[in-house]
């Protein structure tokens, strides 16, 4: 399905602007339990979709933030390409806007890219019902301040995104997980040292156990299994830690991630270990400065992802004077404070 | 050369400028005119400005002192690394003063465990990966200005390099900053993996010293790769040498660096290192591959097919660090080269999409042409980044003027074909006319919003990067008089 509802959208958000009345904006609804519960009328992008632009040649695609990540991996795979960042796919419904929004990298953030390094451009509508394009199409773009990154994580507080440009790369030949019994402390070591030696496109530690996928060309991966040894692992294991959907991430409580350097002490509470030891995932009732301050203890950040507790965010607030920069950053792209209010954080 | 002309004199009270001396070291605040006639200008000196004085902090708390001191007395500062940059970014502001960072000079650590390298914004790029060096480490953005530009420039202009290709430009490899806003509150952003609620990282990089002043830089190390190859492939034509690098990028390829050499910068490049490119070529690609040694087989395999079924006539292959700096060499000196060519040159920054690589040089090609004006193409092909070079003798009364307008039509052709202005030298002064046909004024007025969320009084590098709606007139680019740049002994580009 292809649309352009650009017009719509804009006249809509100009009319919130002028009656100050918030707006939710929701794509396929699949990220609405991720972060604050916010404010407002729900303005669905669903039906703004379809491709604008895909040259294959240039790795590039252009696309509308309503289409689904299901009908533009369809697109991309009949071409032999794939996204360049590892991002989640909730389900079927999931939207390369809220993918943009949400700015959520999985497994293979270190390998290939976080989701905000492979977007070029996006156009927007600001709070104020402007319709702006910001960055472009191409690799190397120094030309005004790079607001079509800053969307990316924002959970749409800054901008609607209407379309973004993504890098894309070739599909790999052939996929291959291989698993390791280890200690975390040998686990680490083997990545380090694997790391720019071998095709590693993703890595994770669970329960005693090093999960390594090997992608690229078929014969690079197969001399690589050869070269590692370890048990075969499942391939799937991957996109369910990328989609968060491992059961225990369902268990009770909250799950978060740290973000903390890779040498921190490994936690046997954490539940898994991801990023080569940057993000750990963690589920538990303890309370979120708990959990914050754990996080700080290593000199790392803790991000929630998701929990009963919709009154709490995902990133602690920083610092007044950093907090009072941040808000004025939000008011120069929505001054009435009418996208997602209260998303990320209360009142705006 | 464009002077800015004074437009009227700044007095500023004797009690700003005891403060400032009490803040500064003793040596630390140039006003004598000798002095700061050294600051008048950046790499690209077609534009001068003499500051009211030029401050040399040696500490962080300097720097947010000499901020809060200015904001207090409305002084405009511009901020500058080595002074490097090539679009005017650093040019001084005639009623402010210069803030230099290049005595913050400190590699504060390198975390080899971690791969990360704390910085002090006045460190030279290439002195990060000299440091990381003995943990098989390096950083990897690579100006050509390596040698002399800082990480705080770098920052502020999002710098690339032949590397970039592969390994990113400056924000992908920046995880965290320090950062005073203009009124001297220091503010951190990021950290371990750079992501934070707002990536306040991705606009403060490349902001060209508009929103804030760095004062500490965390970046990304990454390991050596095992192995480089590099391949020179000659071409009989240069349709088919741009043919070939869209066919690298089109099967996905993803080589370190991928540049490309017509043949005018090719006779220039020749003339300038006695090393000869194989007879008849009118067109030279480089390609550099790395990365683990079965893979780089593959790749080079790969690589060598592609070419050669576009035609390449002869391809030499260089393994060893001194056979690759010999290929290089062309490529690396081929801007000087260049300068012999002509008393003037004007060198331009577009980039496009790669797939439109040979469209596009077949229509700078006509131009060039049409208007009698030679041009020179030795650029980053892999990442679509053109430095279109057009000769011309500014003596000849009118030339200048018809280079400004050929100039300006290769920028609309970049446009018209869906690129930019700049890829990686920068607006600064140079092309704010630029921007106006880049982006609408509603889009223009945002860049002024977001710059008064962190600078309201418009004190940090006035009047660059972003143009006032009033402005818009014509695309710009870069000009060079007879050679004449700082830092001339660089390699550039």
């Known amino acids: 399905m292809t649309h352009d509802d650009t017009a719509t959208l804009a006249s809509a958000v100009r009319a919130a602007y002028e009656r100050q009345t918030p707006l939710e904006v929701v794509g396929g609804g699949t990220r609405r339990h991720l972060g604050r519960a916010p404010d407002g009328q729900p303005l669905s992008l669903a039906s703004h979709s379809g491709i604008v632009e895909y040259e294959p040649s240039g790795f590039v695609v252009t696309v509308r933030a309503g289409t689904t990540l299901h009908d533009l991996d369809a697109a991309l795979s009949r071409e032999g390409q794939t996204l360049m960042a590892d991002i989640p796919r909730f389900s079927a419904a999931s939207t390369i806007g809220g993918a943009v929004a949400a700015g959520f990298t999985g497994p293979g953030r270190p390998y290939t890219g976080a989701l905000r390094d492979s977007v070029l451009g996006a156009r927007v509508i600001s709070g104020t019902g402007q319709v702006l394009a910001f960055g472009g199409k191409v690799l190397k773009n120094v030309a005004g301040f790079d607001v079509s990154r800053l969307m990316v994580g924002a959970f749409g507080t800054l901008g609607v995104i209407l379309d973004v440009s993504v890098r894309v790369s070739r599909c790999p030949e052939d996929v291959q997980v291989v698993a390791f019994e280890m200690s975390w402390p040998e686990a680490r070591e083997c990545l380090k040292r694997w790391e720019g030696d071998l095709p590693l496109t993703g890595a994770f530690y669970h329960r005693g156990v090093l999960s390594v996928r090997l992608a690229g060309r078929e014969a690079r991966v197969a001399a690589a299994v050869r070269e590692l040894g370890g048990e075969k692992g499942r391939p799937e294991a991957f996109t369910e830690l990328r989609d968060l959907a491992f059961d225990f991430f369902q268990a009770p409580g909250s799950l978060w991630r740290l973000l903390v350097p890779p040498d921190s002490p490994w936690d046997p509470e954490e539940t898994l270990i991801d990023w080569a030891g940057a993000q750990r995932f963690w589920v538990t009732l303890a309370l979120a400065q708990e959990v914050r301050e754990k996080a700080a203890q290593y000199g790392g950040q803790a991000v929630r992802v998701w929990g009963p507790d919709r009154s709490e965010g995902p990133w602690a607030a920083p610092p007044a004077a950093t907090m009072a920069l941040l808000t004025r950053v939000k008011t120069a792209l929505d001054p009435r404070a009418i996208l997602n209010r209260g998303r990320l954080y209360r009142d705006w | ?493």
Not at chain 2, 12 to 26: E, K, N, Q, S, Y
Not at chain 2, 49 to 73: D, Q
Not at chain 2, 353 to 376: D, K, N, W
Not at chain 2, 429 to 453: I, N, P, R, W, Y
Request: proline letters at 7%; glycine letters at 10%; charged letters at 20%.
């Open chain 2, 1 to 493: 050369m464009r002077e800015l002309t004074e437009q009227k004199a700044t007095v500023l009270p004797a009690t700003f400028w005891r403060h400032l001396r009490r803040i500064l070291p003793p040596d630390g605040l140039l006003t004598k005119p000798t002095q700061v006639a050294v600051y008048e200008c950046d790499g690209l000196p077609v534009y001068r400005a003499r500051p009211l004085a030029v401050a040399l902090p040696r500490t962080r708390a300097e720097v947010g002192l000499v901020l809060a001191l200015c904001s207090r007395y409305g002084v405009p500062v511009v901020a500058r690394g080595a002074g490097t940059g090539l679009s005017g970014g650093a040019l001084p502001h005639a009623h402010g003063i210069v803030l230099s960072l290049a005595r913050l000079n400190r590699i504060l650590a390198i975390d080899p465990d971690n791969r990360t390298a704390r910085l002090e914004p006045g460190v030279r790029n290439s002195a990060v990966s000299e440091a990381a060096a003995p943990y098989g480490l390096f950083y990897a953005p690579d100006p050509s200005s390596q040698i002399a530009c800082t990480i705080g420039g770098n920052v502020a202009e999002n710098a690339g390099g032949v590397h970039c290709l592969k390994y990113g430009l400056t924000t992908h490899n920046v995880l965290a900053v320090r950062f005073f806003t203009a009124d001297g509150v220091l503010h951190e952003v990021g950290g371990v993996t750079g992501e934070a609620p707002f990536d306040l990282l991705a606009l403060l990089v490349g902001s060209e010293g508009l929103l804030g002043v760095v004062v500490e830089v965390t970046v990304r190390l990454v390991p050596k790769p095992p192995a480089t190859v590099a391949l020179l492939a000659a071409f009989r034509s240069l349709a088919e040498a741009a043919a070939s690098v869209s066919a690298v990028i089109g099967e996905g390829l993803v080589p370190a660096g991928l540049e490309l050499m017509d043949a005018l910068a090719l006779s220039a490049a020749q003339d300038y290192t006695g090393i000869p490119y194989p007879p008849d070529s009118q067109a030279v690609v480089l390609a550099e591959v790395d990365g683990d040694l079965a893979t780089i087989e593959l790749d080079v395999a790969h690589v060598r097919r592609l070419l050669l079924g576009h035609g390449a006539f002869a391809i030499e292959e260089a393994r060893s660090e001194e056979d690759r700096r010999r290929l290089w060499l062309g490529r690396k000196s081929a801007f000087p080269a260049v300068g012999r060519l002509a008393p003037d040159y004007y060198c331009m920054d577009g980039t496009i999409p790669r797939s439109a690589l040979v469209a596009v040089l077949a229509e700078i090609g006509e131009r060039s042409r049409r208007y009698g004006l030679p041009v020179a193409n030795v650029f980053h092909a892999g990442d679509g980044n053109l430095h279109p070079l057009i000769l011309y003798d500014a003596k000849i009364p009118g030339e200048l003027e018809r280079v400004e307008e050929l100039g300006a039509e290769i920028l609309r052709l970049c446009l018209a074909y869906g690129g930019t202005i700049s890829g990686e030298h920068g607006v600064g002064v140079e092309k704010l006319d630029g921007m106006c046909a880049q982006f609408t004024a509603a889009e223009l007025a945002t860049f002024h919003a977001l710059k008064s969320a962190f600078d309201p009084h418009n004190l940090l590098n006035p009047g660059k990067a972003v143009p006032t709606p009033a402005r818009c007139v014509e695309p710009g680019g870069m000009h060079v008089h007879e050679g004449r740049m700082p830092f001339s002994s660089l390699e550039r580009f």
